[in-house]
């Protein structure tokens, strides 16, 4: 079995406080009225096969500059990170305050977004990660109890609240990985841990297994055979793609080593 550094994460962010004189869907807010930029509240994250979710918040004084130092640094330690709406949301939320932190950060993080794989792949009724969840039968996000939280959070220093907020980045992060395990076995995997662990691109990209079966051929557009592979391990059951010279060398490997 590979051990893949899979990392399942959360962040949960403040809200801009400024000046403005009404409300209303298209008024517009000049980034001059901002008087306090958001910030990023806390995170929380697990990896893969560990049960332990950690967690880190701001500081006292609502500065998240001491746990971005420390999560960046267990962001750069997975091979693979999963987030809802991650790629549009968090990550461009770590990074962008980590530059105005001046930390370093990676400029290309390898990422599944758990959101786009559920609105490319399927047609739920709602795409939101708690949506998902109940319809799966996998678990449910905390309720919060809307806007009052926050406010509580930023505008008063509220630790109880703060407590609050951190479990429900935790459930979030739980709930995370249980739809993920659910939607991967239909969806193509990303990245090839086999290769990453010096193994073979006929290998099972997710758990490097041989034993595998062909569950189609067809041809591209353009003439090229393909043939998609599934592990035969019942844990794993992922779908894959080869070309015809790394099937080819699949069947030269079986050969060698005597497997049907």
């Not at 370093?104 to 998902?132: C, E, M, W």
């Not at 034993?211 to 090229?224: A, D, F, I, L, P």
Request: glycine share 4%; hydrophobic share 40%; charged share 25%.
């Amino acid at each position: 079995m590979i051990n893949k550094k899979r990392l399942f994460f959360d962040i949960e962010t403040s809200f801009n406080i400024g000046f403005f004189w009404r409300s209303g869907w298209k008024e517009r807010i000049p980034p001059e009225n901002i008087i306090q930029e958001r910030a990023i509240i806390c995170i929380s994250w697990k990896w893969e096969g560990e049960d332990q979710v950690h967690h880190l918040t701001w500081d006292r004084n609502q500065c998240d500059k001491k746990m971005l130092l420390k999560f960046m640094k267990v962001l750069a330690k997975a091979d693979q990170s999963i987030a809802h709406n991650g790629d549009r949301f968090d990550i461009k939320w770590l990074r962008t305050r980590c530059l105005y932190h001046r930390i370093p950060a990676f400029p290309v993080y390898q990422t599944i977004d758990t959101l786009k794989l559920s609105k490319s792949g399927f047609n739920f009724n709602s795409n939101k990660l708690d949506y998902i969840a109940k319809f799966l039968k996998v678990g449910e996000k905390m309720a919060t109890g809307g806007i009052d939280l926050w406010k509580n959070i930023v505008l008063n220093n509220d630790e109880e609240a703060l407590e609050t907020m951190v479990e429900y980045c935790d459930q979030d992060v739980i709930v995370l990985e249980a739809v993920y395990n659910e939607l991967k076995p239909y969806t193509m995997p990303k990245f090839n841990f086999a290769v990453l662990a010096g193994g073979d691109k006929f290998e099972c990209p997710e758990c490097g297994a041989t034993n595998v079966k062909v569950k189609k051929r067809y041809v591209t557009v353009m003439g090229t055979p393909r043939i998609n592979l599934c592990c035969k391990d019942h844990r794993c059951n992922t779908n894959y793609v080869v070309n015809n010279a790394t099937y080819m060398k699949l069947l030269e490997y079986k050969i060698r080593n005597g497997i049907k």
